[in-house]
C-alpha cells in the first residue's frame, strides 16, 4: 500500500509536468510562426532547423512521461488491487470464524442461501 500511496505521489507530480511540455510545444509553434511571416523587413532569428530540433526533443520528453506514466499508473493499480483482495480475504475469514461462533438456533432463523450470498458477496 505505501508502494501504491508513493507511485500515486509520482503520477500526480508527472501529469503537470506534461502540461509544461505540452504548453512548451505551444510556445515554440507561435514562436516558429512568428518568425516566419510574410513582412520582408524582419530577420527570422529562429531558423527551421532549430525548430525542428527542439520539436524532436519535446516529442521525446512527451514520450518518455508517457511511458513513465504508464508504468507508474501499472504499478498504482496492481498494489491498490492487491490491497483491496487482501483486505476482503481477511474480511470474509472474519465473518467465517463468528460464523463458526454461533449457536446451531441462529441458522435456523436464516434462509438457505443467506450464508453462502453474504460469503461470495
Excluded: W
Amino acid at each position: 500500500m505505501f508502494v501504491g500511496f508513493i507511485a500515486a505521489l509520482c503520477a500526480g507530480t508527472l501529469y503537470p509536468t506534461l502540461q509544461i511540455v505540452f504548453g512548451t510545444f505551444l510556445n515554440t509553434f507561435v514562436q516558429h510562426a512568428t518568425d516566419n511571416t510574410t513582412d520582408p523587413n524582419k530577420n527570422p532569428s529562429y531558423s527551421g532547423d532549430d525548430f525542428l530540433r527542439e520539436i524532436g526533443e519535446l516529442c521525446l520528453y512527451s514520450a518518455g512521461l508517457g511511458v513513465g506514466l504508464l508504468v507508474i499508473n501499472y504499478i498504482i493499480l496492481s498494489t491498490f488491487g492487491l490491497s483491496a483482495a487482501n483486505q476482503a480475504y481477511k474480511i470474509r475469514c472474519l465473518f467465517m470464524a463468528s460464523m463458526l461462533k454461533q449457536d446451531i438456533a441462529y441458522f435456523d432463523t436464516k434462509q438457505t442461501g443467506d450464508f453462502a450470498s453474504v460469503m461470495t458477496g
